[in-house]
């Protein structure tokens, strides 16, 4: 970044290297003033080493410092050379058993769900394999750096808290033993002085603020003028604007500027600049003009290059002191009592104190230094830990407040330390009876929220981002009070005790500002103007619901802790309620003859809050007096008396009102603030602080009090005490039209009242209320739960309450009411309840949500149903209440229910439409079978001589009172059950009617109470006979009426079919067409099948006609009709790649005439099969490009496809394409149509007609080429040029293809050629048909490999899209997708077959509209490449050869040279000698590459003819090569090699003669589990002893063979100078993964930034492709490509994917696919945890196994080349996807 002004860089000075440690520790063993002496010294020297120039050169700097700074301090310390005196030091220390390894950014952790006192309690990797932990349940998060080991730590642990290594180190650890006694009386005292006076200068440099002048004692002499302009960190700008700032301040490139930007993040500062004063005070100006506009400035400092120094230098020697202390746990002693030694200024003067209170004012760097010595030192030393806490707590209110005002992360702040002292019991307590420490925390946070309303209630602000922001500061300090509470103490002293309770205090001090906050007013009229602020209330209570727990949980542990609490929250609500009657009426309500005194208060008119802590802290309070049965115990210690109930259950009414009154839309003017409080009142996260507490409170507040005046309390807040102390409302409403609206709402409020009493009768599952355990709590919800559907693990996690320690306590009961199924290759595992758990069922479970209740109910019924049980849901039998609430269920049979209960039933006989609701009623049966359920068990339940005080059943058969005498209870329900309105409450009726008189006959049998006779009971046997006999006869009807319709659908069905005939035989003919083009065709059924050559097999021309999928119009493939064309899309591919590392320098003079054999990138063709004519196909694309430009104008975002570079979607079934393909007929029998003769040449006078035609053309070539001089020479030459006979080379042959299909074979030959070589298209290149042959080759040579690793015959039902249909898209209609319901269907194959006969077909004629003479030109260099010419000197050896490729090009290209042959030699004979000749050379290559070793087994035929042929070829070749070649002795080991590496190149020459010509394949090979080797060869021509090809052309082969034996590259790599691919190739698989995911992370933990200087990268990804592990998502890595900043994974993907690439995110465990710059989408990871679940981003923390199935689902995705397209559709489905920069990755 040097740039004009700046100084050069000095050498090291020559003093430095002068300097001796020795001699300078000696001086100082002399001096009388040794501080002066250390403090010259670094005075003269430090300025020397650091700070030299602009740019930092650390290595080179800590040479020098180690050598001239810190050697003569280690010498004098050990008093002789470090090296012996430290390792003395080391043998007489004894190892701690304190692991305390400090974690790194990432690094995996693990926390033992068993054992772990709590959650902060970690393990690193290596203690936790060593541990009895890894058997347990753990969890493992990584780590944000920063917290450390707790192995060794037995507070930290219930069990286990020693690994095998540390375990080892506790054997002598009987007494705290001074560690001193290890160290002699002088060595203390040398550590001591040098300690003292290097941690003091440390300190005091660190903390120095003066900018240009140095601490007195360090100022040197002569002063020079450079200073640095030192930019720092803050977390307010982002890195654009650092980087854009930085460009413009100090005139540097961007690069420089990410670098510079990179290191202030890392460290916390960097300077950019280093000049004098001046020239860095300019740049300082244009950064802080620059940053403040928006905000406050980027920190600049203009400091001396001498302090600089300095302070680099005191980082330095942190870092020593901690390296040091390493070595003895004595010297870790002394230097702890120097940091917490006073110092002369009292208190606070401590070296530690200082560090502390000065955290906010260092820069990051500097921080995370001494906090990692403060770890090493004063948190491994257990004396001096407690010292530390202690400090730490006296300061704690300052360092909060610092940390308010610091802008930096809690991470690198000194406050986070907390951890390591409030969650260690001994000293959390210790902190709370000496310090106080809970009243201190309460008392801090409450200093910092300081806006209160009136009432002195807390106020917050709008929720603006920098409130959010300094309110999650505030909220640090919750978490320390939890860290404080999570250990539970199990001795109480009474310091602690009075401690506690004045913590306790403090905290209802803060709950007292809490409650009543955010009040709320129903809106009438108009819509709220402003949501008000809402957020920052919640965010509070949900902050603090664990630490109220927790304090409840506190008080629980002791009775007089408890007493106490419940006196003094009392004491603060009755506070709370002391403005309670001011101002508001008393009114007297009477009903039934019961009147009470309440106030006049309407929920709708006046203000109510949500926020109750008080009140419910109270609830708890009271529950756990009654679990613990303190109330029973002590009652005069108890105020239970003073307890007023209406004023307890007020305010927890009036907020369960409100969510009443917003249900039934009352408050919808109040907009969406409220709708999201009553969400989260009710939500998993606060409910259990929140409405859980509130129906506690209504319980204790009815048990002390006269249900019917708790009864008429709350009509009276529902607004419904007119409604039932009104008789007959029901006919005056429907008599009055009164307003519609207004009876549906209090319809609505009538029933949320019932639902509101059935709640506090039957929710008494918590431990206290009623007699249960906390079991049963987690039981009853999980059961709620799976009863509305089967539920993943996480799902049922996510929908429990967690308590502190994040554990739900599910899994103890789990297996006691579900089973698990585990999942398939996609979801995951569920859980489903167990059938006996069903009784269990409570349709009104106080936790479901409106939604979840009805599913519940509809899935129960469903259940019901298929169980052939009726369907009524009754009440399930409840446990009995506790003593202190024993008397709610007087609530059942109160005077005033009765009432509400027939009043509802009054309304429901008379069935007048609005004024009562099924919900109602349901509610009212629901209450009525609970009341029965009770009686039943009290009456089972009785003890001798007991009453039964609970008459229900007798009030419900009594009438009502005059004057209307209204019919009873009973008499309504009978009426009620032949009700044909009621269908769905029948179920439900009967079983009332059925319990009752169960509960008669029991009252009858044990005749406590003679029961009045009812007129029903009698009834009800006869009804019920009756309405069983009703059921069956309609189930009947039901039946009949099924079969007619069934039988009317069969008819239609018929009829269809007659009409529509024709139209079902053409599909029964097409279907048998295609059976007849897969299978044989009859007409060759009993002869065998051959491919190629004279004898092939002659196959009749089949018709083919396609319908295009756009106009729906039906063609005959023809050669002269308008083109059909398949949506195609070409990729280049490295899938088969054996070499990675190639990259084409310059494509633009790239040749790809010969692929290597390496196959280092290919281009890859696929397609869905979807047809189309070319034009409709133009159109269709031209319509796309023209809505793209309109769209790019409207917003810049990019699509799933790139039009630029011609994507499109295929119309049918949206797959992405980026071409189309020519539907062509066979294009051999175009060009082969002349005569054949029967001699056909053999090989030999093949290729010596071949080279003869190639030499014509070669003078030909050139005598074109020559300028036209001398005629007659011309003329002469040509009559030398002896033409062979019957060669015509002026003889062009006419194009037989229409002009629209040749438009088309030049569109796709083009677009081959562009993609594959990345090149602007270019029709005229010579490269052109080369691309083309070449995506034909690689293509068949992917199915081929495809084929082989799943084991599948070669023409077996071939995966779709061939590459590239994956289950994902929407489009299931599509002919495509049959392949997932039937897997091998025969529309599949035509799809496959399609693409590829497309493809060969089309590459066979595409030489049709290149030029004539650059495709012969190709075909004479490839035939070259095998038989030798004169001209040709430069082309590859054999063994570089792919000859699949290269056989491809050859028989492709011949027919550019056969066309003007009009000897007679066919097509045919043609093919069959390139392909015998090829397969030669490809055998010769497999013998000089073969690696295999002999082993002594031969084989007993070992001796065949076929083995002997093999030996004596490969002496031949041992021969040629001049002995080089390795001898071999066994012909069968040679013959299995030679096969073996065949196969696959017969295999793809199988499939390409096939797709050629036409052949059928023969049935032999359809087969699965055989080696096809014989039926290849018969099929190929090949004789099956293919050792005979060399036989029967010796001569020509002798030649041929010693050619290419002597080729120097072959010499090369038989003497071992070079490489060659050996055959048969390997197929290529991603990488192997470790079958524990945390050795993934550990490995990536481990892995640093390879660009910026050792730092750890923050997002490591992993290449599954090649294993490389890359630096993601961050400025350090970007590099460019293509003009463009790219990240670490866009660049890797084009050298190791050609731009497709696979990854894991290893820290999100998420794997990531990308193709190209802006496509990219997120996939599920293969890890699974024990649930069969994917954790992605590692939130649950469950350990991860890898799952096989799922890799290898991946990787088929990878080798069927379909990454590009499973993008685009993830893209298509998902739009955020879209707006992902992904090159950035």
């Not at 018969?1578 to 050792?1587: G, M, W």
Request: aromatic fraction near 8%.
């Amino acid at each position: 970044m040097a740039s004009e002004l700046e100084p050069e860089v000095q050498g090291p000075d020559r003093s430095l290297l002068e300097c001796s440690a020795e001699e300078t520790a000696g001086k100082w063993l002399q001096a009388t003033d040794l501080t002066r002496e250390v403090n010259q010294h670094l005075a003269h020297y430090v300025p020397k080493i650091y700070c030299r120039g602009p740019n930092p050169f650390p290595q080179k700097e800590d040479m020098l410092a180690h050598q001239v700074l810190l050697g003569p301090m280690e010498w004098y310390l050990c008093g002789e050379d470090p090296e012996l005196g430290f390792s003395k030091l080391e043998q007489t220390n004894k190892p701690s058993h304190l692991c305390g390894r400090v974690f790194k950014v990432g690094e995996p952790t693990y926390s033992c769900r068993d054992c772990a006192v709590d959650p902060t309690c970690v393990l690193c990797m290596e203690c936790f394999l060593g541990s009895i932990h890894r058997d347990h349940r753990y969890r493992m998060t990584t780590s944000g750096g920063g917290g450390f080991c707790d192995c060794g730590d037995t507070e930290a642990w219930k069990e286990g808290p020693y690994c095998q290594k540390h375990e080892l180190n506790t054997s002598e650890i009987e007494e705290e033993e001074d560690p001193l006694v290890h160290l002699s009386e002088d060595v203390i005292a040398r550590t001591y002085n040098i300690f003292a006076i290097m941690f003091r200068y440390a300190v005091e440099i660190l903390t120095w603020e003066k900018e240009s002048e140095l601490p007195p004692d360090l100022e040197m002499v002569e002063k020079s003028d450079t200073y640095y302009c030192m930019l720092f960190n803050d977390e307010v700008h982002t890195y654009e604007q650092v980087i854009y700032t930085l460009q413009k301040a100090v005139n540097c490139t961007q690069k420089e500027a990410i670098g510079f930007a990179t290191t202030v993040d890392r460290d916390g500062r960097r300077s950019v600049r280093y000049g004098d004063f001046q020239y860095c005070e300019q740049a300082k100006s244009v950064i802080v003009r620059n940053t403040s506009r928006q905000t406050k400035p980027l920190k600049v400092q203009v400091m001396h290059s001498s302090i600089v120094a300095h302070q680099n230098f005191g980082l330095k020697l942190l870092s020593w002191l901690g390296s040091i202390i390493g070595y003895s746990d004595g010297l870790r002693r002394i230097l702890c009592q120097v940091g917490l030694q006073e110092g002369p200024n009292g208190e606070n003067s401590s070296l530690v104190d200082r560090l502390m209170l000065s955290d906010s004012k260092l820069w990051k760097g500097a921080r995370s230094v001494y906090h990692q010595l403060f770890m090493s030192s004063l948190l491994m030393d257990l004396k001096y830990k407690k010292l530390f806490a202690v400090r730490f707590a006296k300061n704690y209110q300052q360092l909060q407040r610092d940390f308010m005002e610091d802008d930096h992360e809690r991470a690198v702040s000194v406050t986070a330390l907390s951890v390591q002292f409030f969650t260690a019991p001994t000293l959390a307590r210790m902190l709370i009876t000496e310090e106080n420490l809970m009243t201190i925390i309460i008392k801090t946070f409450m200093d910092h929220l300081r806006h209160r309303d009136a009432q002195g209630r807390f106020q917050f602000e709008r929720y603006t981002a920098l409130q959010a922001f300094k309110f999650r500061r505030v909220q640090s300090l919750i978490l320390d009070l939890k860290y404080v509470l999570i250990s539970k103490p199990t001795e109480w002293s009474d310091d602690l005790r009075q401690k506690f309770l004045e913590g306790f205090d403090a905290f209802l001090e803060l709950l007292k500002c809490m409650q009543g906050m955010d009040p709320v007013t129903r809106q009438v009229g108009q819509h709220i103007e402003m949501e008000p602020e809402w957020e920052a209330a919640f965010t509070l209570q949900m902050k603090l619901t664990h630490v109220i727990s927790m304090m409840q949980d506190w008080c629980a542990l002791d009775e007089k802790v408890l007493i106490e609490a419940y006196k003094k929250c009392l004491a603060v609500l009755t506070q709370c309620h002391g403005g309670f009657t001011d101002g508001e009426q008393p009114v007297t309500l009477s009903i039934c003859g019961h009147s009470v005194e309440t106030i006049r208060y309407c929920v709708s008119k006046e203000k109510v809050s949500i926020h109750l802590p008080v009140s419910r802290l109270l609830a708890g309070l009271h529950v756990l007096v009654s679990k613990s049965e303190v109330a029973y115990k002590f009652p005069e210690l108890l105020p239970l008396s003073e307890l007023s109930p209406p004023m307890l259950i007020e305010h927890p009414l009036r907020c369960l009102v409100l969510c009443a009154q917003v249900h039934a839309g009352m408050w919808r003017r109040n907009g969406f603030s409220l709708v999201n409080q009553i969400y989260y009142y009710h939500n998993v996260k606060c409910r259990r602080e929140m409405f859980d507490k509130d129906i506690v409170m209504l319980q204790t507040g009815v048990s002390m009090m006269d249900p019917n005046h708790f009864l008429m309390i709350m009509l009276s807040r529902f607004e419904l005490h007119q409604i039932f102390s009104t008789p007959d409302y029901g006919k005056k409403i429907s008599s009055e039209t009164t307003h519609k609206d207004l009876v549906q709402q209090n319809n609505t409020l009538i029933e949320e009242m019932l639902y509101l009493i059935i709640m506090l009768v039957g929710e008494r599952f918590s431990p206290g209320v009623g007699q249960v355990n906390a079991t049963d709590e987690i039981k009853r919800e999980i059961i709620h739960q799976l009863s509305i559907k089967p539920m993943a693990h996480s799902e049922l996690v996510k929908s429990l309450p967690e308590d502190e320690n994040k554990e739900t306590g599910m899994e103890s009961v789990i297996e006691a009411v579900a089973h698990f199924k585990k999942p398939g290759l996609t979801g995951r595992g569920m859980y489903e309840l167990k059938p006996e758990c069903a009784k269990e069922f409570n349709l009104y479970f106080y936790h479901f949500s409106r939604a979840e209740q009805s599913k519940a109910e509809e899935a129960q019924r469903k259940l019901k149903r298929q169980n052939k049980e009726d369907t009524a849901l009754p009440p399930p039998v409840l446990p009995p209440f506790c003593p202190l609430f024993a008397s709610l269920v007087n609530i059942l049979q109160s005077d005033v229910m009765l009432l509400i209960m027939r009043t509802v039933l009054q309304w429901t006989v008379e069935h007048n439409g609005h004024v009562w609701s099924e919900s109602m009623l349901q509610r009212v049966l629901h209450l009525i079978g609970m009341a029965l359920q009770e009686e039943k068990q009290h009456l089972e339940n009785v003890m001798e001589e007991h009453v039964v005080t609970f008459t229900f059943t007798q009030k419900i058969s009594k009438p009502g009172e005059a004057p209307n005498n209204s019919p009873s209870i009973l008499a309504m329900l009978e009426t009620l059950q032949n009700a044909p309105y009621l269908e769905v409450h029948k179920d439900m009726i009967r079983w009332i009617l059925k319990t009752f008189n169960a509960i008669k006959k029991i009252r009858e049998s044990s005749s406590t109470s003679p029961v009045a006779e009812t007129e029903g009971t009698i009834m009800e046997e006869s009804s019920r006979d009756k309405d069983k006999a009703e059921r069956k006869r309609k189930a009947e009807i039901a039946r009949l009426r099924r079969e007619k319709i069934m039988a009317q659908m069969s008819e239609m069905q018929r009829h269809f079919i007659d009409e529509n005939k024709e139209l079902f035989q053409q599909t029964l003919e097409l279907d048998a067409s295609i059976s007849a083009v897969l299978d044989n065709s009859p007409m060759v059924s009993d002869m065998t099948h051959t491919a190629l050559g004279p004898a092939q097999t002659r196959v009749p021309e089949q018709r083919q006609f396609v319908t295009c999928i756009l106009c729906q119009e039906e063609q005959e493939v023809k050669v002269e009709s308008r083109a059909m064309v398949l949506a195609a899309f070409v990729q280049r591919s490295t899938v088969l790649s054996k070499n990675r590392s190639k990259f084409i320098q310059d494509p633009e003079k790239y040749d790809p005439l010969f692929m290597h054999p390496d196959l280092s990138c290919g281009t890859h063709t696929g397609s869905c099969g979807h047809i189309m004519h070319a034009h409709c196909w133009q159109r269709y694309f031209d319509s796309v490009q023209a809505k793209e430009q309109r769209r790019q104008q409207r917003l810049r975002l990019h699509t799933s496809y790139d039009v630029e570079n011609g994507e499109f979607l295929c119309p049918l079934c949206e797959c992405l394409s980026n071409t189309v393909i020519p539907l062509l007929l066979p294009p051999r029998n175009i060009f082969n149509s002349r005569l054949h003769f029967s001699d056909q040449p053999n090989l030999t006078q093949w290729i010596r007609t071949i080279s003869q035609q190639i030499k014509a053309l070669q003078v030909l070539r050139k005598e074109e080429n020559t300028p036209n001089t001398a005629l007659s020479k011309n003329l002469e030459n040509v009559d030398e040029l002896q033409l062979p006979e019957g060669f015509r080379p002026d003889f062009h042959p006419k194009n037989p293809y229409s002009e629209s299909i040749k438009e088309m074979l030049t569109t796709f030959g083009t677009a081959t050629y562009k993609v594959g070589l990345k090149v602007h298209p270019n029709e005229e290149d010579p490269r052109v048909p080369i691309m083309c042959w070449g995506s034909c080759a690689y293509t068949i040579q992917s199915i081929e490999r495809i084929l082989n690793d799943e084991d599948k015959p070669l023409f077996s039902p071939l995966p779709c899209r061939l590459f590239g249909f994956t289950t994902t898209t929407p489009h299931q209609h599509c002919l495509t997708f049959r392949k997932h319901l039937l897997p091998s269907s025969p529309n599949d194959l035509i799809i496959i077959d399609d693409c590829l006969r497309s493809l060969t077909r089309f590459a066979a004629a595409h030489w049709t509209v290149a030029s004539l003479s650059v495709v012969q030109g190709h075909f004479c260099k490839l035939f070259a490449s095998l038989v030798p010419g004169d001209n040709h000197g430069d082309l590859p050896c054999i063994l570089d050869i792919d000859m699949f490729h290269l056989l491809v090009g050859l028989v492709l290209a011949f027919p550019a040279l056969q066309c003007q042959d009009f000897s007679g030699i066919s097509l045919g004979t043609g093919d069959l000698h390139i392909f015998h000749l090829v397969t030669m050379a490809h055998i010769i290559q497999i013998l000089l590459t073969s690696r295999t070793e002999e082993n002594g087994m031969d084989q007993e035929n070992a001796s065949g003819e076929e083995e002997l042929a093999v030996l004596a070829l490969y002496k031949t070749l041992h021969q040629y090569t001049g002995s080089a070649l390795k001898e071999m002795h066994s012909g069968w080991h040679l013959l299995r090699n030679v096969r073996a590496g065949i196969m696959p190149f017969l295999r793809c020459s199988a499939l390409f003669f096939h797709y050629l010509n036409g052949v059928p394949s023969p049935p032999e090979i359809q087969a699965t589990g055989t080696s096809h080797f014989e039926h290849l060869c018969n099929y190929l021509s090949l004789p099956n002893n293919f050792i005979c090809l060399f036989q029967e052309n010796k001569e020509i082969m002798k030649l041929l063979i010693e050619s290419w034996c002597h080729n120097t590259e072959v010499k090369r790599y038989l003497e071992g100078e070079r490489d060659a691919i050996s055959y048969p190739r390997e197929s290529n698989k991603l990488i192997d993964l470790p079958e524990d995911y945390s050795s993934l992370i550990n490995q990536a933990s481990n892995f640093l930034c390879p660009k910026s200087g050792g730092d750890k990268s923050r997002a490591p990804t992993l290449c599954l492709v090649c294993g490389t592990l890359l630096c993601s998502q961050s400025y350090c890595c970007q590099t460019e490509l293509e003009g463009e900043d790219v990240g670490a994974c866009t660049a890797h993907t084009y050298s190791c994917g050609s731009g497709v690439g696979i990854f894991l995110r290893v820290r999100e465990c998420q794997v990531l696919f990308l193709a190209g710059k802006t496509k990219g989408c997120f996939y599920s990871p293969p890890y699974l945890d024990d649930y069969g679940e994917t954790d992605q981003g590692l939130r649950r923390g469950n350990p991860l196994h890898l799952c096989r199935e799922r890799f290898k689902k991946i990787q088929k995705l990878w080798h069927q080349h379909s990454i590009t397209e499973e993008i685009g559709h993830a893209q298509e489905a998902n739009q955020t996807l879209v707006g992902i920069d992904w090159q950035h990755l």
